[in-house]
């Protein structure tokens, strides 16, 4: 058995960071039964181009895998009664919605737990449920920019950049997914559940960290560094090759050393304006150009072979392509091939959260659900008749009759 057979979570998401977090606890075995307002067409991942065809689309495709889909509007009186069926059969209500809806919608704590007293209510919004911007929508790119992240990103003297992906919202559904684990954990030790309110703001703004740390402790203001370096460590940054780039970490004294032996330059080790980490943060406007003098005069390849030999942190900065062909990403088994009715053989990217021995706890997976494929199995397995389940469709509680 997979670690999370035994969970049930009806989930309201969509987009990227709700269906992100999910997706993990359904590869590892969770039953995520993903509910899809038919009034607005479900998911609206299910439109995101240029890949996009039938109600169905390789973004959510890759957010979607291993999950249930049922068409159900919870705004109808109708629909409440089949939620309601739901919650009671289940560990979890996970929402990715803006943070007032919640309590409009009845999916909090306070709302459903009559129903299920041990039911856990995860909410992960833009802004949280508290607090002045809690009304407002929020998307990665916009807290991307209210968190500082863009002002980091970047060339010195350029534009303000975000990350080449949406991290924010990944970084928010791991939150999430790890916040429904430790509040299903503790309902049913105390058989008690509760809300878990989880934004992308304030994933943003922790994950500042270190420069967070040192800007409030010592009034120590960040910036965008050349060639993405490390604010502290030298040399820790992409350099240009003759042929291409590469990055280059020297994150303990003993990889420095090693690099000078590499680069055939040991009186660099032995300058004592480059001594130490210190020393050479002190002296960066000699030392970088330097180094970036010297790497130029080889190719990635060239500079690669006696640095991995030499057990020094490098890698070759690749494209997408590239990282999705390199041999480490086959041997970790880390592509999902599921088939599709109209995009064919579809291959995504597996999860990186792992239980289980080492090349042994990969399970087949299954395509990302057509809209409402499994409602009619859901709700037979609620107990509901062919009768019942033909008033539901009558009433709109399904979509359209």
């Known amino acids: 058995m997979r670690p999370l057979e035994d969970i049930r979570i009806v989930s309201l998401e969509q987009y990227g960071a709700g269906p992100f977090g999910s997706m993990h606890l359904a590869e590892l075995g969770a039953e995520i039964i993903k509910v899809e307002d038919p009034s607005v067409g479900g998911d609206v991942g299910r439109a995101v181009p240029p890949y996009a065809e039938d109600g169905d689309s390789l973004f959510f495709q890759s957010f979607n895998r291993d999950k249930s889909s049922i068409t159900l509007d919870i705004r109808t009186p109708e629909g409440r009664e089949v939620f309601h069926d739901l919650v009671r059969g289940a560990d979890a209500v996970y929402s990715n919605l803006r943070g007032d809806v919640p309590e409009k919608l009845g999916i909090r704590y306070a709302d459903l737990k009559d129903v299920n007293p041990a039911i856990v209510c995860c909410s992960l919004t833009g ?17 991307q920019a209210l968190g500082g992240w863009m002002s980091l990103t970047g060339e010195p003297g350029g534009a303000p950049q ?19 684990l430790a509040a299903i954990h503790g309902a049913r030790r105390d058989g008690v559940g509760t809300d878990c309110d989880v934004s992308l703001y304030d994933t943003a703004v922790s994950l500042l960290t270190y420069p967070g740390t040192w800007h409030l402790t010592e009034g120590y203001e960040p910036a965008r560094t050349h060639h993405s370096a490390h604010p502290s460590l030298i040399p820790f940054q992409a350099f240009e090759a003759s042929d291409g780039w590469l990055v280059v970490g020297c994150a303990k004294e003993k990889f420095w050393q090693r690099l000078t032996v590499v680069l055939d330059r040991r009186d660099l080790a032995e300058d004592p304006r480059f001594a130490t980490f210190a020393d050479r943060n002190r002296n960066r406007e000699v030392i970088i150009p330097l180094l970036e003098e010297i790497f130029r005069g080889r190719t990635v390849a060239d500079w690669l072979a006696p640095m991995y030999a030499a057990s020094i942190p490098c890698a070759p900065i690749n494209d997408v392509a590239g990282a999705l062909v390199d041999p480490h990403t086959v041997e ?16 995504t990217l597996r999860s990186a959260v792992r239980v289980g021995p080492p090349g042994a706890d990969r399970v087949p997976t299954r395509a990302a659900p057509a809209m409402g494929e499994h409602t009619e199995a859901v709700l037979r397995g609620l107990g509901y008749d062919d009768e019942k389940i033909a008033a539901l469709r009558d009433a709109g509680a399904l979509g359209k009759a």
Request: glycine share 14%.
């Open 127 to 143: 802004f949280g449920m508290t607090g002045p911007r809690s009304r407002e929508p929020g998307y990665d790119y916009v807290l």
């Open 162 to 180: 975000k990350t080449g992906l949406s991290l924010v919202d990944y970084s928010g559904g791991y939150v999430a997914a790890i916040s429904l």
């Open 332 to 347: 970790r088994d880390l592509i999902a091939e599921t088939e599709h009715p109209t995009f064919g053989t579809v291959r």
